[in-house]
């Protein structure tokens, strides 16, 4: 069965590649200031929080200017619209409805092509007002979003997929054997790679008290007490802005390949520095490719004897690391071996509960037993009812939960069912995912 297709459409400059970008997760469509950057239809193949279709990013619709060009994008901007199953009108809160905008939407109204209007550069709630002038295109509802920053966005494609089928991969293809493959990962000169060579028991790979010695990912298999793992060691990612080099920019984007490719991701902080901004976008990295985490402080000989260093790191990473607090930490020293074989201990815990699987009807009393202790909130005279609940992915889990409403569901009430569905499936120390559809 071919994947439903969906249109981004609008005037030049209204943020649709942006938008592509967002929902895509890529960097496919290219984005500039400049009006028209866009001429060909950009096609993605995209699962979105469980709905797999293809996504298209189209150019500039605008009769304005006398590129000779204009005619051939829209001609590709009116192909996309006929071949697409859903559109996606972008507009521009901060100018307002243009002519174009009203042109557009006529268009699709007479197409009787089912559209969303996505009222872009609305950075937050304080500016949603800006979005009601919209209601003037004829349409029923609005979507107030801010593609560069990502408000709104889930609700937007929660409203545009509505209807559309989950991918259901069988858990039991999901789990099938094979090695561990553990990615570390860190800042330049955190110690990765004395890391693993103290697993290895060999200088298998290069250490350098110079930043930036490994230039790219390393695969090494290794066994340990029966069971097989594959250790990438990886260039250590900086902050972006201090990647000069091209050779450094490749490094970066191949350790980020490399987490994508990993089932666990173990990041090495420094004790003796500390937790840095950089530790916590890399935990955000592994938290969004959906992978297990394991905190090793690595260096801890230097602090060992320090009571009051060690009490500000534990305090610094509570606080700069709380939105992973699922994963386990542990304390070695790559340059003596404290410790350091401990850590399979916790990535095999970590990758156990990563890998799990559980019945609906476990899962569905779980989400029975949260909210029974805490119904969600009431939307004027009714109330979101949760149906039921059920695992639709491993590695990590993925659960989708059936509601009346979904778009009312608040961000606190999500995280007040995820950690409670956590919490009673007992999947204290992996990461997982919580979808919500209508019923």
Same mark, same amino acid.
């Given at each position: 069965?071919?994947?439903?297709?969906?249109?981004?459409?609008?005037?030049?400059?209204?943020?649709?590649?942006t938008l592509f970008n967002r929902i895509s997760r890529s960097r496919d469509a290219l984005v500039d200031n400049r009006p028209g950057v866009t001429r060909d239809r950009i096609h993605?193949?995209?699962?979105?929080?469980?709905?797999?279709?293809?996504?298209?990013?189209?150019?500039?619709?605008?009769?304005?200017?006398?590129?000779?060009?204009?005619?051939?994008?829209?001609?590709?901007?009116?192909?996309?619209?006929?071949?697409?199953?859903?559109?996606?009108?972008?507009?521009?809160?901060?100018?307002?409805?243009?002519?174009?905008?009203a042109e557009m939407a006529q268009t699709l109204r007479r197409s009787r092509k089912p559209f969303f209007v996505a009222v872009n550069k609305i950075d937050g709630p304080e500016h949603?007002?800006?979005?009601?002038?919209?209601?003037?295109?004829?349409?029923?509802?609005?979507?107030?979003?801010?593609?560069?920053?990502?408000?709104?966005?889930?609700?937007?494609?929660?409203?545009?997929?509505?209807?559309?089928?989950?991918?259901?991969?069988?858990?039991?293809?999901?789990?099938?054997?094979?090695? =561990? /493959?553990?990615?570390?990962?860190? @800042?330049?000169?955190?110690? %990765?790679? $004395?890391? !693993?060579?103290?697993?290895?028991?060999? *200088?298998?790979?290069?250490?350098?008290?110079?930043?930036?010695?490994?230039?790219?990912?390393?695969?090494?298999?290794?066994?340990?007490?029966?069971?097989?793992?594959?250790?990438?060691?990886?260039?250590? =990612? /900086?902050?972006?802005?201090?990647? @000069?080099?091209?050779?450094? %920019?490749? $490094?970066? !984007?191949?350790?980020?390949?490399?987490? *994508?490719?990993?089932?666990?991701?173990?990041?090495?902080?420094?004790?003796?520095?500390?937790?840095?901004?950089?530790?916590?976008?890399?935990?955000?990295?592994?938290?969004?490719?959906?992978?297990?985490?394991?905190?090793?402080?690595?260096?801890?000989?230097?602090?060992?004897?320090?009571? $009051?260093?060690?009490?500000?790191l534990k305090r610094t990473l509570d606080r700069e690391l709380s939105f992973v607090s699922f994963a386990p930490r542990i304390h070695v020293s790559a340059l003596t071996g404290e410790?350091?074989?401990?850590?399979?201990?916790?990535?095999?815990?970590?990758?156990?509960?990563?890998?799990?699987?559980?019945?609906?009807?476990?899962?569905?009393?779980?989400?029975?037993?949260?909210?029974?202790?805490?119904?969600?909130?009431?939307?004027?005279?009714?109330?979101?009812?949760?149906?039921?609940?059920?695992?639709?992915?491993?590695?990590?889990?993925?659960?989708?939960?059936?509601?009346?409403?979904?778009?009312?569901?608040?961000?606190?009430?999500?995280?007040?069912?995820?950690?409670?569905?956590?919490?009673?499936?007992?999947?204290?120390?992996?990461?997982?995912?919580?979808?919500?559809?209508?019923?």
């Amino acid at each position: 069965m071919p994947e439903p297709i969906i249109a981004i459409v609008g005037r030049p400059n209204v943020g649709k590649s942006t938008l592509f970008n967002r929902i895509s997760r890529s960097r496919d469509a290219l984005v500039d200031n400049r009006p028209g950057v866009t001429r060909d239809r950009i096609h993605a193949s995209v699962l979105y929080e469980g709905v797999r279709f293809t996504l298209v990013d189209t150019g500039g619709y605008d009769d304005l200017g006398q590129d000779p060009l204009l005619g051939q994008v829209r001609r590709q901007v009116d192909r996309a619209m006929q071949e697409a199953d859903r559109v996606i009108l972008v507009v521009d809160g901060r100018q307002g409805v243009l002519p174009g905008d009203a042109e557009m939407a006529q268009t699709l109204r007479r197409s009787r092509k089912p559209f969303f209007v996505a009222v872009n550069k609305i950075d937050g709630p304080e500016h949603e007002h800006l979005s009601n002038e919209f209601f003037g295109l004829g349409v029923e509802q609005v979507h107030p979003v801010s593609a560069a920053h990502g408000y709104g966005v889930r609700a937007l494609m929660e409203a545009v997929t509505a209807d559309w089928p989950f991918e259901e991969t069988p858990l039991q293809e999901q789990q099938e054997g094979g090695p =561990i /493959r553990v990615a570390v990962l860190g @800042k330049p000169n955190v110690g %990765k790679s $004395s890391f !693993i060579n103290r697993i290895l028991g060999a *200088e298998r790979l290069v250490v350098s008290d110079l930043p930036g010695t490994t230039r790219d990912a390393v695969d090494t298999p290794f066994s340990f007490k029966g069971r097989n793992y594959v250790l990438i060691d990886t260039a250590g =990612i /900086r902050r972006k802005a201090r990647v @000069k080099e091209k050779i450094e %920019k490749f $490094s970066v !984007i191949k350790a980020l390949k490399r987490l *994508e490719q990993c089932h666990i991701a173990v990041l090495m902080l420094d004790a003796f520095e500390g937790v840095a901004e950089q530790d916590a976008r890399i935990c955000g990295y592994a938290l969004e490719k959906g992978r297990g985490l394991v905190l090793v402080i690595n260096k801890w000989d230097l602090v060992k004897g320090d009571r $009051s260093k060690q009490a500000d790191l534990k305090r610094t990473l509570d606080r700069e690391l709380s939105f992973v607090s699922f994963a386990p930490r542990i304390h070695v020293s790559a340059l003596t071996g404290e410790r350091v074989m401990k850590v399979f201990r916790e990535i095999d815990l970590v990758y156990s509960q990563f890998a799990s699987s559980f019945t609906t009807g476990v899962v569905n009393a779980a989400l029975q037993e949260v909210a029974g202790q805490h119904p969600p909130p009431r939307i004027g005279h009714g109330r979101v009812r949760l149906f039921y609940a059920t695992q639709v992915g491993s590695r990590p889990p993925a659960f989708v939960v059936f509601a009346n409403r979904p778009d009312k569901i608040t961000p606190a009430y999500e995280r007040f069912l995820l950690n409670g569905i956590r919490q009673r499936l007992g999947l204290e120390k992996t990461p997982i995912r919580l979808f919500f559809r209508r019923k």
